[in-house]
């Protein structure tokens, strides 16, 4: 049934409003990922007063192809998800700024959120859920290909390479891991590796070399991402003879870390080696009154059911704080 029809009240004209600088909000939530989407339902549903910031819609969820682990579908591409998401979010009426970037928050018993533009919001709790971004390798193509190509999540990407060639760039677990993933259902995987050694836990070592379509190119790098509509081949370089080669690939997985978006929490918040935000598991963040949620903090398995689940959690830990001072 068309959700529009059913309530007959639907349009986001309506249903987002300014962001307002002269109050003071129960909740802002910073991100517009599947973790701040739901965490924003959330609050809402509990009747607080709630805003929330949004640099990019969706995150990572915007740039995935085609996602078939989300529950309640088969199969969605991602910026269709996450303009459900959206969707889902504006029937509550929801104060929203889209475009904002947090350059700074503030602790106190009303906290401030700075924005780049120089906007100041206030709210007695937030919930920070923004996300992470791949660590990118900074080469010709990467950008233009990506989605084309390039990618980073071999969990949801893998099966779009049967029978394929790829190149799995980077020798830690997530790229061994992504390696095996591929070796599993793609022609050849070329994993791509700085170092002379792979640098991931012995058991998925041992478990990478039983795959007899795997070559590992150690002290080599990509130095370009080739193709005109999709990959075609990825340039790498044996860093000790400096002799390149054009590898025939019609992917290419970057797994060389995810950073989270942090730099605004670093000297506020408690973070781990990594940069992560450390939650409890309630969400409660190092400073009373701030929670987070999904890539950004240190909670394992970065997935959308996963940060969803955690904006959630992160949503009813707000509002116990805010309606009962828990
Ligand atoms: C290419 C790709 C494919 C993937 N495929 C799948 C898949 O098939 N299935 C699956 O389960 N998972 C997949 N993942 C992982 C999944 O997308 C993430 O785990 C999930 O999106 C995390 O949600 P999040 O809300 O925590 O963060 P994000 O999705 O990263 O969202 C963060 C939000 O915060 C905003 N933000 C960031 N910095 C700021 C700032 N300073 N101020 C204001 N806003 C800010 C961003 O613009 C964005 O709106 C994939 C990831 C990628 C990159």
Redesign the pocket.
Same mark, same amino acid.
């Given at each position: 049934m068309d959700f529009k029809l059913q309530t007959g009240i639907f349009t986001e004209e309506q249903n987002f409003k300014p962001l307002k600088t002269d109050i003071v909000y129960d909740v802002l939530i910073? &991100? *517009? &990922?599947? $973790? *701040?989407f739901t965490a924003a339902v959330y609050c809402m549903r509990k009747g607080v007063s709630t805003g929330l910031? /949004?640099? =990019?819609? &969706? *995150?990572?969820?915007a =740039?995935?192809a085609g996602?078939e !682990?989300?529950m309640g579908y088969r199969y969605i591409n991602g910026m269709d998800l996450a303009m459900k998401f959206k969707e889902q979010v504006a029937q509550f009426g929801i104060d929203y700024d889209e475009k904002? @970037? /947090?350059k700074a928050i503030e602790t106190g018993d009303v906290k401030k959120v700075r924005l780049t533009d120089g906007r100041v919001f206030s709210a007695r709790a937030l919930i920070i $859920? @923004?996300? $992470?971004a791949?660590r990118k390798l900074g080469v010709p193509g990467e950008d233009e290909l990506r989605g084309k190509g390039v $990618? !980073?999540?071999s969990t949801? +990407?893998a099966p779009f390479y049967v029978n394929k060639k790829v190149v799995v760039v980077g020798g830690g677990n997530s790229g061994i891991e992504a390696a095996i993933d591929l070796a599993k259902v793609g022609e050849k995987v070329t994993m791509v590796q700085f170092l002379d050694r792979l640098t991931g836990d012995k058991s998925l070592e041992d478990k990478l070399h039983e795959f007899k379509n795997v070559q590992v190119r150690y002290e080599h790098e990509v130095t370009g991402i080739n193709g005109s509509q999709s990959v075609e081949s990825v340039t790498v370089k044996n860093r000790k003879t400096g002799k390149t080669e054009d590898v025939s690939a019609q992917g290419i997985f970057v797994e060389i870390g995810l950073v989270p !978006?942090s730099e605004?929490a670093k000297g506020v918040l408690k973070l781990n080696q990594a940069g992560e935000i450390m939650v409890d598991c309630a969400s409660r963040t190092s400073a009373p009154g701030i929670f987070a949620a &999904? +890539? /950004?903090t240190d909670v394992p398995f970065?997935?959308?059911?996963i940060?969803a689940g955690e904006g959630a959690k992160a949503a009813l830990s707000a509002c116990n704080y805010i309606l009962m001072g828990e």
């Amino acid at each position: 049934m068309d959700f529009k029809l059913q309530t007959g009240i639907f349009t986001e004209e309506q249903n987002f409003k300014p962001l307002k600088t002269d109050i003071v909000y129960d909740v802002l939530i910073l &991100g *517009g &990922g599947p $973790a *701040g989407f739901t965490a924003a339902v959330y609050c809402m549903r509990k009747g607080v007063s709630t805003g929330l910031i /949004v640099k =990019e819609i &969706g *995150g990572q969820v915007a =740039e995935t192809a085609g996602i078939e !682990n989300y529950m309640g579908y088969r199969y969605i591409n991602g910026m269709d998800l996450a303009m459900k998401f959206k969707e889902q979010v504006a029937q509550f009426g929801i104060d929203y700024d889209e475009k904002g @970037t /947090v350059k700074a928050i503030e602790t106190g018993d009303v906290k401030k959120v700075r924005l780049t533009d120089g906007r100041v919001f206030s709210a007695r709790a937030l919930i920070i $859920a @923004t996300g $992470a971004a791949w660590r990118k390798l900074g080469v010709p193509g990467e950008d233009e290909l990506r989605g084309k190509g390039v $990618a !980073n999540c071999s969990t949801c +990407d893998a099966p779009f390479y049967v029978n394929k060639k790829v190149v799995v760039v980077g020798g830690g677990n997530s790229g061994i891991e992504a390696a095996i993933d591929l070796a599993k259902v793609g022609e050849k995987v070329t994993m791509v590796q700085f170092l002379d050694r792979l640098t991931g836990d012995k058991s998925l070592e041992d478990k990478l070399h039983e795959f007899k379509n795997v070559q590992v190119r150690y002290e080599h790098e990509v130095t370009g991402i080739n193709g005109s509509q999709s990959v075609e081949s990825v340039t790498v370089k044996n860093r000790k003879t400096g002799k390149t080669e054009d590898v025939s690939a019609q992917g290419i997985f970057v797994e060389i870390g995810l950073v989270p !978006n942090s730099e605004f929490a670093k000297g506020v918040l408690k973070l781990n080696q990594a940069g992560e935000i450390m939650v409890d598991c309630a969400s409660r963040t190092s400073a009373p009154g701030i929670f987070a949620a &999904g +890539d /950004v903090t240190d909670v394992p398995f970065k997935q959308i059911i996963i940060a969803a689940g955690e904006g959630a959690k992160a949503a009813l830990s707000a509002c116990n704080y805010i309606l009962m001072g828990e």
